[in-house]
């Protein structure tokens, strides 16, 4: 048996307390895992009109019936959808920090976070880059040895490169960070998915691979022998494969991950295929840590159009792989 998911609403004034609030009432029919909500109580009063059911405790969401289990963050203001202040976001990363330690602690199966405003989060003294290096940090794993796998219904992907500028990709792409973000997939593939021998489709950085040096030597320099290093590990990673042809359906047939040079690369084909499905899922943590591959939105908060898809296979997601390590 799984704990259930801790689920936190994110900003206040975002999407996440409507798509939060969505999933429970939909949870039959979206096959979603027993779950509870961390955050403010009045963000889902106001965008979403089911009951809520306060809890101190993730042992009693049995007790709620068909309410809303949730654990309440207070927040001293009204919130108003789609206009942040500094206020939610101190609300959102308390949020963020209980929902953290009751997953560490084992009293929570896994951690979904819902989607947050780093620029307000900064203005209240927030340091890490996201809520990725923020939860790793409270788990006690270097940023440096986290890695981000996008999961989608036929893809997942992992970039080696994330949120750096295009023009300094080429400096900081390097045969270990390749390996290192290598052996981090085929891990996260054992433990997460139950793939004990997964197979790393490796993209290259030029366009069609670099045409044997013709169009950038970076292929044969640096991802080749990074491609040579996790084999002689044994996994069973190939390339480097041009890009722009190993994302239709049958090239995603011949492996289980796609690793990825830089951020575009992993999430526009992640997208395309699976705009309201896609999860983001954080490699190299000690529990399971997932969340929608999306924003606050803040500019459609309130007005009831959000997609919850996203957030539902977020959910979905974080409690197939607790199922996978719990029996590993």
């Not at 954080?282 to 929608?292: D, F, K, N, Q, Y």
Request: aromatic share 4%; hydrophobic share 45%; glycine share 10%.
């Amino acid at each position: 048996m799984i704990p259930p998911i801790a689920v936190t609403l994110g900003d206040p004034a975002g999407i996440g307390p409507e798509i939060i609030g969505r999933c429970w009432e939909q949870r039959e029919a979206l096959g979603l895992p027993p779950f509870f909500g961390v955050g403010n109580r009045d963000s889902l009063a106001g965008v979403w009109k089911g009951e809520v059911c306060q809890i101190e405790h993730p042992e009693d969401v049995g007790t709620c019936c068909d309410a809303l289990p949730l654990i309440e963050v207070a927040d001293s203001e009204v919130v108003e959808p789609g206009k942040p202040t500094l206020i939610g976001a101190r609300c959102a990363l308390d949020a963020l920090e209980i929902a953290t330690g009751l997953t560490r602690s084992g009293a929570a199966g896994a951690l979904v976070t819902g989607p947050v405003s780093k620029a307000q989060l900064q203005a209240i003294g927030f340091t890490h880059p996201g809520q990725t290096e923020f939860v790793g940090e409270r788990c006690g794993v270097f940023a440096a040895n986290l890695a981000m796998m996008l999961v989608g219904p036929t893809l997942r992907t992992v970039p080696v490169t994330i949120h750096i500028a295009l023009a300094d990709v080429q400096q900081r792409l390097t045969t270990d960070l390749i390996v290192s973000r290598g052996r981090a997939a085929a891990k996260g593939l054992a433990r997460n998915f139950g793939i004990q021998n997964p197979r790393l489709a490796v993209a290259g950085l030029n366009p069609h691979a670099g045409e044997s040096g013709l169009l950038g030597r970076e292929e044969i320099d640096v991802i080749a022998p990074a491609i040579a290093e996790l084999r002689a590990e044994g996994i069973d990673a190939f390339g480097p494969l041009s890009a722009d042809a190993m994302f239709h359906e049958h090239a995603r047939k011949s492996y289980d991950a796609a690793l990825c040079m830089y951020h575009d690369q992993a999430l526009v084909p992640l997208k395309t295929l699976h705009f309201d499905e896609g999860v983001n899922l954080t490699l190299g943590l000690p529990i399971v840590r997932t969340a929608p591959d999306h924003g606050t939105a803040f500019d459609i908060a309130g007005m009831g159009i959000a997609s919850h898809r996203a957030m539902a296979a977020a959910i979905r997601t974080a409690h197939a792989c607790a199922v996978h390590r719990a029996i590993d």
